[in-house]
């Protein structure tokens, strides 16, 4: 499993000598992560990782999913924080029965960056890792917040309903760590949701504002994104299956509420509500400067057992066919020149990035492409994204890199892993005569630098 230095850049050696310069120029520079899902409550409480099971695979559903696929049941991978150390030796032995299995994909890829990296193991994991690996992750150097600064990460942004406290994120913030919230505020805009109402009651009590109304909604919301401000947080981030945003006059939006609020709410009713509140998530996000964050096309938790057995995000959502231009024609007909809209657009489906996303960035101010991410964060996908949109709008017009983790260990890998494709697309545009090479390192170092604290509000 030895590292070769050279990984991921263009295997002739011309090319490769420029992509190894542009990629040297960037290697050690400080981790800026917009967009991420680590907990900032596991973060403050600091625990020590009690075994290689809970740290590399309980919480990485990228891993799960495919180990899942093989045969290996959920059961004995996703365990709880109690489950007794025969368990937690059970799910390493079957990563290690799986691992040839995995070749080729980009989780073994991250696995043997944060196994060699981290633990200088150079081959392939067996069961006897299991106690090697505890007795490291037992020293005070692989807790959580040393980790955040062994591994350089100079901003974090986790993702947080509307009603958190958001106590953790400031207790961070004056250890020294720049952990930031993200207003994310999915959950209600489906009034057909089993715990809408009860989302509601809780979000009056953070807001101070009652919710019973789709006024006091909206009011509710607005506060709290100015208490999410106030905590550093500089972006919202909303996931949708589709990216209809039709605005309801006051009135409408008003009575379906009520009749949500009722039980009588229909999808109909449900599906405008959601367009109408993508729309006014534009609206504020004009009012208040926030980064809007907004990724369509992902069916949710497609398998109904695994659902009712383990709950969300447990890797059974899967990617769909995905479409910008007409569903946000209301919010870029109103805000897209608007000088206080950010809209950073993510996608799963690739087709989307030369057909639509491009086009759209190449236009409108407003609009940055983001990252290719969740499916689609693999070096061939991210070259290919590379290759599909920047013909049309450079660099600039992008996001920067975002992991898009539970895993924290994984983020310094993901990052190493998109400096290295951006650094091999980088010196085919100089080896094509297309960028100067002293200005594809200024490039390489603005992406990892100056573009993601622009698209995201980071300063």
Not at 56 to 69: C, V, W
Not at 157 to 177: F, I, K, M, N, V
Not at 213 to 242: H, K, M, N, P, Q
Request: with cysteine; net charge negative.
């Amino acid at each position: 499993m030895h590292r070769d230095p050279d990984r991921l850049l263009p295997h002739d050696s011309a090319r490769r000598s420029i992509a190894r310069g542009l990629y040297e120029a960037t290697a050690e520079l400080p981790i800026i992560s917009p967009h991420g899902h680590v907990e900032a409550r596991a973060l403050v409480e600091n625990r020590a990782f009690t075994d290689p099971t809970a740290l590399l695979i309980t919480g990485d559903h990228y891993l799960t999913r495919l180990l899942h696929a093989r045969g290996v049941s959920l059961e004995q991978l996703l365990l709880a924080d109690d489950a007794d150390k025969a368990a937690r030796r059970r799910a390493w032995a079957a990563l290690c029965e799986n691992w040839h299995a995995l070749a080729g994909t980009v989780v073994r890829y991250w696995l043997e960056e944060q196994l060699s990296g981290l633990f200088g193991v150079e081959q392939a994991p067996t069961a006897q890792h299991f106690d090697s690996l505890s007795e490291m992750l037992a020293e005070p150097e692989f807790r959580p917040q040393a980790l955040l600064r062994r591994f350089g990460v100079a901003v974090l942004a986790t993702t947080d309903d509307p009603a958190d406290s958001l106590e953790h994120h400031r207790q961070l913030q004056h250890d020294g760590l720049r952990v930031i919230p993200t207003l994310r505020a999915d959950a209600y805009m489906d009034v057909l949701r089993a715990d809408w109402s009860a989302r509601l009651e809780r979000l009056a009590v953070a807001a101070d504002e009652p919710t019973d109304s789709y006024a006091g909604l909206l009011s509710a919301l607005r506060r709290r994104r100015s208490d999410f401000r106030a905590a550093g947080g500089t972006s919202t981030d909303t996931g949708v299956l589709e990216a209809w945003s039709e605005p309801l006059d006051a009135a409408e939006a008003e009575r379906i509420h009520a009749a949500a609020l009722r039980g009588d709410a229909t999808e109909s009713e449900r599906d405008a509500y959601r367009a109408n509140l993508l729309y006014r998530f534009a609206e504020l996000s004009a009012d208040d400067s926030m980064v809007m964050q907004l990724h369509p096309g992902v069916h949710r938790n497609t398998h109904a057992p695994t659902l009712a057995r383990f709950g969300p995000d447990t890797g059974h959502d899967l990617p769909a066919r995905t479409s910008f231009i007409e569903p946000l024609a209301p919010i870029l007909r109103d805000f897209g020149t608007h000088p206080n809209l950010h809209l950073v657009l993510f996608t799963v489906d690739e087709s989307a990035f030369s057909r639509e996303l491009a086009p759209l960035a190449g236009f409108y101010p407003s609009v940055r492409v983001g990252a290719p991410w969740w499916f689609l964060d693999s070096p061939d996908a991210m070259m290919r994204a590379r290759q599909a949109i920047t013909d049309q709008i450079g660099f600039a017009r992008t996001s920067g890199f975002v992991d898009d983790t539970r895993a924290l260990c994984s983020i310094p890998t993901r990052h190493d892993t998109a400096r290295r494709v951006d650094a091999a697309f980088l010196a085919d545009q100089v080896a094509a005569g297309r960028i100067a090479l002293d200005e594809a390192e200024q490039i390489a170092v603005e992406l990892v630098t100056s573009i993601p604290r622009d698209a995201f509000g980071l300063g």
